[in-house]
C-alpha cells in the first residue's frame, strides 16, 4: 500500500495523471481487503495497522495536494499543459469565458487580473503618449550622431514586451495571456515546477549603425526578492536581414535585490546595468533590443520581478 502511494506521488509530480490514478486506485483497493480481513487483530496487530493507516493517509495527502495543480490545464507546447501562475488578489475569468470575449478583450486586462495557470504571458508595456527622438541621435536610417564630447546620449523609453515561456517553446505560444503592465509588478510561477523563461522584447522602428556608440545602458525596476540569481543578457539584432542576425553584448548580474528584504513586499529600487559594445561585431546595425532574463536554477521556477524603463545608447567618446 505504501509503495503504490508513493507512486502515486512520484507519478503526480512527474506530470502523469493517468499513471498516478492507477497506482492511487492499486492502493485504495489493497487498503480496503486488508481492513476486511476475517482474521481477528491482536493488539500487535492493531498497533502496526495504525502506524500502515497513517503512513497511507499521509501518502494519500501528499498526493492529493501534488494533483491539485494538474486539475487546470491550460493549453501548451505540444498538448504537454506548461503551466503557468501570477496572482496579484484577482483572479481571471475561466479560459472558457475569456476566449469567448475576444482578442481585442484581452488586450484590456492589466497585469492585476492574473490568477489562473496558462501557458505562456504576453506582458505588454502599460500604454504611453510616445514622443519623438530629438537629434542629435545614432544612425537613424541613412543619418549619423556626430562623434564628439559635445554628443549628447540617445535615450529610448521601453515600450515593448514582456514574454513568459517555457522550453521547447521559443516564445508564447499561441492561446497565451495577453496584458498590459510592467514585470516588476507581476509574479510568475511555473506550477509544474520547470523553469521559465523570460524576455523582454524592444523594436526600435529604425536601424541604428553600431559604430556610432561605444556602450548601452539599461535602467531596471526591481522588486525581485531573491537576491543574485538573476542576470541580465542584452542582444541586438537586425530585423531587416532575412536570417535575422544578432550581436549579443553579454550578461551583468542585477545586484539591487537587498538580502534582508528577501520576504515580503518592498518598494521598487532603480539600478542602471551597462553593456559595452565590442571592437568587432557580428553585425553593423541593429533594430530591435531583445533582453533575455538568466535565471538561477535556484529559483528558475519564479519569474523576476524585474521591469525595463529605459535604454541609453552612449556616443563613442563620451
Not at 481585442?104 to 492589466?110: D, Y
Not at 497585469?111 to 502599460?126: M, N, Q, R
Not at 525581485?224 to 542576470?231: A, G, N
Not at 530591435?288 to 567618446?317: C, M, Q, S, Y
Amino acid at each position: 500500500m505504501t509503495l503504490c502511494a508513493e507512486a502515486t506521488a512520484a507519478a503526480g509530480l512527474a506530470g502523469s495523471l493517468f499513471m498516478a490514478v492507477v497506482f492511487a486506485g492499486v492502493s485504495s483497493a489493497l487498503w480496503s481487503w486488508f481492513f476486511t480481513a476475517e482474521k481477528a487483530p491482536s493488539y500487535e496487530d492493531t498497533r502496526s495497522t495504525l502506524r500502515v493507516a497513517m503512513t497511507v493517509t499521509l501518502a494519500i495527502v501528499v498526493t492529493a495536494a501534488s494533483l491539485i495543480p494538474y486539475l487546470k490545464h491550460a493549453r501548451g507546447s505540444g498538448g504537454r499543459g506548461f503551466f503557468f501562475a501570477s496572482k496579484l488578489g484577482q483572479r481571471l475569468s475561466p479560459p472558457k469565458q475569456q476566449e469567448e470575449t475576444g482578442r481585442a478583450k484581452a488586450f484590456e486586462g492589466s497585469v492585476s487580473d492574473f490568477g489562473d495557470a496558462y501557458s505562456g504571458i504576453v506582458l505588454w508595456a502599460k500604454q504611453q503618449t510616445l514622443t519623438p527622438l530629438v537629434a542629435p541621435a545614432p544612425v537613424l536610417g541613412n543619418y549619423r550622431l556626430g562623434i564628439s564630447r559635445s554628443a549628447d546620449p540617445l535615450v529610448v523609453p521601453f515600450s515593448g514586451v514582456y514574454w513568459f515561456f517555457k522550453a521547447p517553446d521559443v516564445r508564447p505560444p499561441k492561446g497565451s495571456r495577453e496584458a498590459h503592465g510592467s514585470a516588476e509588478l507581476v509574479t510568475t510561477r511555473s506550477t509544474d515546477r520547470r523553469p521559465l523563461s523570460m524576455e523582454a522584447h524592444q523594436n526600435l522602428g529604425a536601424l541604428i549603425d553600431l559604430n556610432c556608440c561605444s556602450r548601452i545602458q539599461v535602467a531596471i525596476r526591481n522588486t525581485d526578492r531573491y537576491p543574485e540569481t538573476v542576470s541580465l543578457e542584452l542582444i541586438l539584432t537586425d530585423t531587416s536581414l532575412p536570417k535575422r542576425p544578432f550581436q549579443s553584448l553579454g550578461g551583468v548580474m542585477v545586484k539591487s535585490t537587498r538580502p534582508w528584504r528577501l520576504y515580503g513586499d518592498r518598494p521598487a529600487v532603480s539600478e542602471t546595468l551597462t553593456f559595452a559594445i565590442p571592437a568587432h561585431s557580428m553585425i553593423n546595425r541593429f533594430d530591435e533590443v531583445t533582453i533575455v532574463f538568466r535565471l538561477d536554477p535556484a529559483r528558475a521556477d519564479f519569474g523576476a520581478k524585474i521591469g525595463i524603463e529605459r535604454f541609453v545608447l552612449i556616443p563613442r567618446g563620451l
